[in-house]
Nanobody
Framework: QYQLVESGGGSVQAGGSLRLSCTTS???????MAWFRQAPEKEREGVAS?????????????YLGDSVRGRFTISRDNTKTTMYLQMDSLKPEDTAMYFC??????????????????????WGKGTQVTVSS
């Protein structure tokens, strides 16, 4: 398992932007990373995932949840140890605790599996995002 630390959360008005960061302590690139979020009294849901492994020729693959597609962007830095979530056009329904997840498996190559919390072995403690109307 890897230690993951999220940052960048905060309070913003609807229509605003935030950029979340997730830093790992692994020291090596992690194949799959993802963002999940959980609002009060709701299940944790997948927001976005990103895969990178240049060794097998796939390169990079991203998935975005239906509710954030076109507004959120997931990316990683060149070292592949930091992941970002650029959130634009934020809505009140985006209010939640946002969690970073990581795994060396291949869940993030599958449009269904990456959304399942059981596929991810390492989790951060979360960063709160609050969007007011």
């Amino acid at each position: 398992q890897y230690q993951l630390v999220e940052s960048g959360g905060g309070s913003v008005q609807a229509g605003g932007s935030l950029r979340l960061s997730c830093t790992t302590s692994s020291g090596i690139p992690i194949t799959c990373m993802a963002w999940f979020r959980q609002a009060p009294e709701k299940e944790r849901e997948g927001v976005a995932s990103i895969y990178h492994d240049s060794t097998i020729g796939i390169g990079e693959l991203r998935y975005l949840g239906d509710s954030v597609r076109g507004r959120f962007t997931i990316s990683r830095d060149n070292t592949k140890t930091t992941m970002y979530l650029q959130m634009d056009s934020l809505k009140p329904e985006d209010t939640a605790m946002y969690f970073c997840a990581a795994d060396q498996g291949l869940a993030c190559l599958n449009a269904y599996r990456w959304r399942q919390t059981s596929e991810w072995k390492s989790w951060g403690k979360g960063t709160q995002v609050t969007v007011s109307s």
